[in-house]
């Protein structure tokens, strides 16, 4: 296994449910598939044919309406998987997938699983659990959209990016604020106005670069006032 392979296989949930051998076996048969930024993977509706897990880089999950509009289901960045139910089933994908960064993935076929003892269990149990790792997100994506404001969902999205990168002042959006937009569920002139707004409770921007004054500050201003 590789270096790379090490850490993808320590921030994938899927990965670290299977037993060393049955995951080495998946991932000696691996694909790799270098993207750039804005290539498209695949398309709503296609056969998703592989289990892909994010290697490097942020890939965009979305969906487009019959009368042409885009909304972002979700941004998977290092070690996050999707298309695991219809790779396991053969079925489609429930959305199309775009690189927003240059980006390196892991392509998995589950058809051809490994003959290791229960390899087919395994990877079904954790296929199953991916699965409700996805519908928990989307559940508590739907309550944010509900119940809190757009300053409030960038707050915490930003509150949470610096706890990843564990610097607590300066971080770099991951990727443009378009897609920032569409996954936090707002249009870019609804985030720039979240911006502005945030700026209250010390928060800077120039262009991807975010400068935080207090974190402390900024969790109790979003969670208090919520952008009010």
Known sequence: MTSIDSEIVAKCRLLGALTPEVRDCLLSRARRRNM????????????????????????????????????????????????????????VSASSAEAVTDAELLLLNLTDICFCANARAEISAAVLSAAQLHMDAMTAQI?????????????EFLLKLSDETGD??????????????????MKPESL?????????????????????????????????????
């Open 36 to 91: 750039a930024r804005g290539e498209l993977l695949g398309l709503q509706g296609e056969p998703a044919g592989t289990l892909k897990i994010v290697a490097s880089g942020w890939v965009k999950l979305f969906r487009v309406s019959e009368d042409g509009h885009e909304a972002v289901v979700n941004t998977l960045g290092n070690g996050e998987s999707f298309d695991e139910v219809s790779a396991l089933l053969g079925g």
């Open 143 to 155: 309550e944010a959209l509900k119940v809190k404001t757009a300053t409030q969902r960038l707050g």
């Open 168 to 185: 607590a002042h300066n971080v770099a959006l991951p990727f443009g604020k378009v897609v920032l937009a569409g996954m936090l569920g």
């Open 192 to 228: 720039s106005r979240a911006f502005a707004r945030l700026k209250r409770a010390g928060v800077r921007s120039a262009m991807r670069e975010i400068e935080i004054d207090d974190i402390a500050a900024l969790r109790d201003w979003t969670g208090a006032q919520g952008g009010r």
